[in-house]
């Protein structure tokens, strides 16, 4: 169920409700509750709604999926693991350290496989070089130079 608002609606003096005053304020609602509209439009928005007690899990849960996924955004992380480690540890800010550590290992594990593939392939390389420099400098073996015995008849 979508949370919603109420908008006063403006009277006339006949006791009917002004269509374009009610528009109004449901579009200047509208606009505060979407983020949309002018930034000067000033718009007061209750901040002591009541929750009822029967949506406070749902919005509890929809909260924590919100941060969670927005923490495997910023952490390069997916989301099971950030659940999985909050699973694990006593608090969000818990988690968050976590996470810190496994983004400077991963960094530093990084790190290190990229400098062994370097040097791994300086090897091959030259591995490369020296084979072939064998190759400019190799000797030919022995040729057989004895005469035919038809040629010496």
Same mark, same amino acid.
């Given at each position: ?26 579009? =200047? ?10 930034? !000067? /439009?000033? &718009? ?5 709604? %009541? ?6 899990? @749902?919005?509890? %849960? &929809?909260?924590? !999926?919100? #941060? &969670? ?8 992380? %997916?989301? /099971? &693991?950030?659940?999985?480690? $909050?699973?694990?540890?006593?608090? $969000?800010?818990?988690? %968050?350290?976590?996470? =810190?550590?496994?983004?400077? /290992?991963?960094?530093?594990? /990084?790190?290190?496989?990229? #400098?062994?593939?370097?040097? +791994?392939?300086? @090897?091959?390389?030259? @591995? ?5 420099? +064998?190759?400019? $400098?190799? @000797?030919?073996?022995?040729? =057989? ?7 010496? =008849?």
């Amino acid at each position: 169920m979508a949370p919603h608002m109420h908008v006063p609606s403006s009277r006339s003096t006949a006791g009917r409700p002004s269509t374009h005053t009610t528009m109004e304020n449901t579009e =200047k609602a509208l606009d505060v509750f979407t983020g949309g509209g002018d930034s !000067d /439009a000033n &718009v007061r928005v209750q901040s002591d709604i %009541q929750i009822h007690p029967v949506d406070i899990a @749902r919005f509890v %849960q &929809v909260g924590f !999926d919100e #941060q &969670v996924n927005s923490f495997a955004t910023r952490s390069g992380f %997916q989301p /099971a &693991v950030i659940q999985d480690i $909050y699973k694990n540890v006593s608090s $969000y800010k818990d988690t %968050q350290k976590v996470v =810190k550590a496994m983004c400077i /290992a991963a960094m530093e594990s /990084a790190k290190v496989e990229i #400098q062994h593939l370097r040097s +791994e392939k300086m @090897r091959e390389k030259m @591995r490369e070089n020296s084979d072939s420099d +064998e190759d400019l $400098y190799e @000797r030919p073996g022995k040729a =057989k130079t004895e005469p035919k015995e038809e040629e010496n =008849k």
